[in-house]
């Protein structure tokens, strides 16, 4: 009988050691892989968020202006230089950009917000903006409306729980409110007919236009066709001031953003700003935008622009974010080193079990004429087998929780919901699809089985017969 043969055997000639050895593995790898995919999912929320409704994934600005982010420190775009940058490979098209911070008022209520002169066709196909336009709002009397019709009670229970919630899809509305895709069918005309918010885009000839934040349009309390009024500074030390009707409300993803967000064509924001042809930056939309295809493209786009202008991805532009982000991954992947020392003293316990219990059944083996090498490597093998076991049923159950969680996120609400709101991220928590972090976490719990095995074997070959046969 081969090595592996006899080994396997051995394994459920006592199954409830195999099983507690394996479950102790199972437990590691499971819980490990939940735990590092909800912490990488909702880092990868984060930055998504941040860079795909604000800053992109490269910008080419001032020098000085992430130092200084001011209007004097904006830039006259030459038309040779932005069509070289438009010619590399990986860039599909150049979105300008003026940007500034100014005063928002509505009646009594004033707000310091982010002014962003875009233009409106190519920051639509950078963004998606118009797919951000809100749809649904569940104010106040469209909830009254919708609590007398025939909705499923888990939904007319979920209505209050989202009072003044803004949507710009029905998926995530429909994730919210507990719509099954068995009642969308007759649940959403119903939510149609009485949650629908009138809304539109603009194009670049809306002048004296703007499209607000939802959070900024709940604290200013203003709605579309309303008066906003911005009063700022403009380049040079200019006044700027003007008063704009409110053309559409959009729903950023996060909520830092989406409070002190104004919109506005950008040769309106321009004429505003007495900033004639200047850009405080140009976003470059992407044709692949995996890490390594970005350094690239910011490697070859920094061969050409010159000073003063500066070439910055989005890992510059986010820098605070990103040290926020290692630092919280570094006390996450403490709580899973602390996680992995237990299950370590687990599976160190069970193989003590292990040993111990078959002490005479090595000795009977070795008095018979087996070989110490023999036997190590039969024991290797079934300590291997436990962990691949152990392993891989791990893996197994932890991709339905993952996949799960990945496509109808875990959402806070109340007092948890704030706290994320005060950090500036959406409040909730998905899970990250299955990418190397599932390899690195077997490997970790391989090495754990490894230096068990390591241990038994030393055991084996220091097995004294005598004692072992009186055992």
């Known amino acids: ?25 199972f437990f590691a790898v499971f819980f490990a892989l939940v735990m590092r995919s909800f912490q990488l999912g909702t880092y990868d929320s984060m930055y998504k968020n941040v860079i795909e409704s604000y ?24 038309p040779e230089m932005m069509k070289k940058v438009k010619s590399d490979p990986n860039v599909k098209d150049v979105v300008p950009r003026l940007e500034s911070y100014t005063l928002a008022a509505s009646g009594s209520r004033t707000q310091g917000v982010m002014m962003l002169g875009v233009d409106p066709e190519k920051e639509e196909n950078l963004s998606g903006m118009r797919d951000r336009l809100v749809k649904f709002k569940l104010t106040e009397d469209a909830i009254e409306a919708l609590k007398s019709t025939d909705l499923p009670d888990r939904t007319l229970r979920l209505l209050d729980l989202f009072r003044n919630e803004a949507y710009s899809s029905t998926g995530r509305m429909m994730l919210d409110l507990g719509i099954s895709t068995e009642d969308s069918t007759v649940v959403l005309p119903v939510l149609r007919r009485n949650a629908s918010f009138t809304n539109k885009y603009f194009s670049g000839s809306s002048d004296g236009e703007v499209l607000i934040g939802s959070g900024l349009s709940d604290f200013l309390k203003i709605n579309v066709g309303d008066t906003l009024i911005l009063m700022g500074q403009g380049y040079h030390g200019t006044s700027a001031a003007g008063n704009f009707i409110v053309a ?6 996060s909520p830092d953003i989406d409070k002190r967000i104004v919109y506005m064509p950008l040769e309106t924001a321009r004429e505003l700003y007495a900033a004639p042809g200047l850009a405080t930056s140009a976003v470059l939309s992407l044709k692949d935008f995996d890490d390594k295809s970005i350094d690239k493209t910011a490697v070859r786009l920094k061969t050409f622009v010159a000073d003063p ?7 510059e532009l986010n820098a605070l974010l990103l040290n926020q982000m290692e630092a919280d991954n570094r006390s996450g992947m403490i709580m899973i080193g602390i996680l992995y020392l237990v299950i370590a003293f687990g599976v160190f316990g069970t193989v003590l079990m292990m040993m111990a219990e078959r002490r005479r059944e090595f000795g009977m083996l070795v008095s018979v004429g087996m070989q110490k090498s023999k036997l190590a490597k039969v ?14 049923s791990g893996i197994i159950a932890s991709l339905p929780l993952v996949y799960y969680g990945h496509f109808r996120p875990l959402r806070f609400t109340g007092e948890y919901a704030r706290m994320y709101e005060d950090y500036g991220m959406e409040p909730v928590m998905p899970t990250l699809l299955p990418d190397t972090y599932y390899l690195w976490q077997t490997v970790v719990v391989m090495i754990i089985i490894s230096i068990a095995i390591i241990f038994s074997v030393r055991k084996i070959f220091r097995i004294d017969l005598i004692s072992s046969l009186k055992a």
């Open 379 to 392: 024991v290797t093998i079934e300590m291997f087998l436990m962990g691949l076991l152990g392993v891989i």
């Open 248 to 253: 559409g409300i959009i729903k950023l993803p």
């Open 55 to 78: 800053t992109g994934y490269i910008q080419i600005q001032h020098q000085d202006y992430a130092e200084e982010p001011i209007l004097d420190n904006s830039f006259e775009a030459d």
């Open 309 to 315: 202008l500066a070439v910055k991805t989005w890992r």
């Open 1 to 25: 009988m081969k090595d592996y043969q006899l080994a396997w055997k051995n394994l459920w000639r006592n199954k409830r050691r195999t099983l507690i050895t394996a479950a102790s593995v």
